[in-house]
């Protein structure tokens, strides 16, 4: 699917790129907390890009600065020095308004949290982002999107009378409709049982291979990370390996050696 601007008007839209068009991408990313003895450096010059239409884990030890990194990516978060670029976009160059808007209008997201209104019923929680940004849905993108997530007898419902796996469902559609540049998920299973997550980590693959969706997400489990089409691991804040077409074998076997060099080293 070729991505195309959206609001040509709009100084934050993407620009046409040629080749093999990165959706978003780090350069000697840095994030550091605290100063003197509380000093403590969550991400050490990582650089890393996320292709359009990759689906892309994210991996490594707890504590090794993943969150941090999927959250600096985002522009949920601020960075010590380095670069962060959504499309060609340098978020480090907008002001709090312009990044407001960027993740208003070019990002998705997911987290372990559903953050459904139970007020609102499923269809008004997956159109909340476009009815804040005063935008209709696309009738057929939405159609398409709730059939997807196999929501379509469900949008009349509020999320007190879903599932867990039905209300994740909900969330994965609300992150899709805008038709954002890039998806990013924060251990996006992590409150479901097993075949709820599966299910969930279906549709994302899904979103990926049918829609053209670029998806980023946080994982410790590598099941999950056996959905995407690239695993990227970190251990201390830094980017230490990568691996293509990624099995939950080889991951965590790859984690294994992690472990094993943290107790050696």
């Known amino acids: 699917m070729t991505a195309v601007p959206r609001f040509p008007s709009d100084p934050l839209a993407p620009r046409p790129t040629t080749g ?28 890393v890009s996320f292709r359009e239409g990759e689906f892309t884990a994210i991996m490594g ?8 990194l999927m959250h600096c990516a985002a522009g ?59 935008r209709r849905p696309d009738p057929q993108w939405l159609d398409r999107v709730v059939s997807m997530v196999g929501l379509s ?45 599966a299910e969930v980590l279906g549709f994302l693959r899904d979103s990926v291979t049918e829609l053209g969706q670029t998806v980023v997400m946080v994982t410790h489990d590598p099941v999950a990370a056996g959905y995407a089409d690239r695993v990227v691991f970190l251990s201390d804040g830094r980017l230490v390996d990568e691996m293509a077409r990624p099995t939950p074998e080889r991951v965590l076997d790859r984690m294994k050696a992690f472990d094993t060099r943290a107790h050696t080293g």
Request: aromatic residues 4%; hydrophobic residues 35%.
């Open 76 to 134: 949920l978060d601020s960075f010590s020095s380095g670069s962060v670029r959504i499309g060609t976009t340098e978020l480090g160059d907008l002001d709090d308004g312009q990044l407001t808007r960027l993740r208003r209008d070019r990002v998705g997201f997911i987290f372990q949290a559903f953050n459904l209104l139970p007020t609102l019923t499923a269809l008004e929680n997956i159109t909340l982002p476009l009815t804040i940004a005063g």
């Open 20 to 47: 093999a068009a990165v959706a978003a991408a780090t350069t000697d990313l840095s994030k550091v907390y605290g100063d003197g003895d509380t000093r403590v450096v969550a991400l050490d010059r990582v650089s």
């Open 153 to 197: 007898q469900r949008l009349g419902h509020r999320p007190g009378q879903l599932s867990g796996g039905q209300q994740q469902r909900v969330a994965v559609a609300r992150a899709l409709v805008s038709r954002p540049a890039i998806v990013f998920g924060d251990e996006p299973t992590g409150n479901l049982d097993s075949r709820a997550g």
């Open 61 to 68: 030890p707890s504590g090794c600065g993943k969150s941090t």
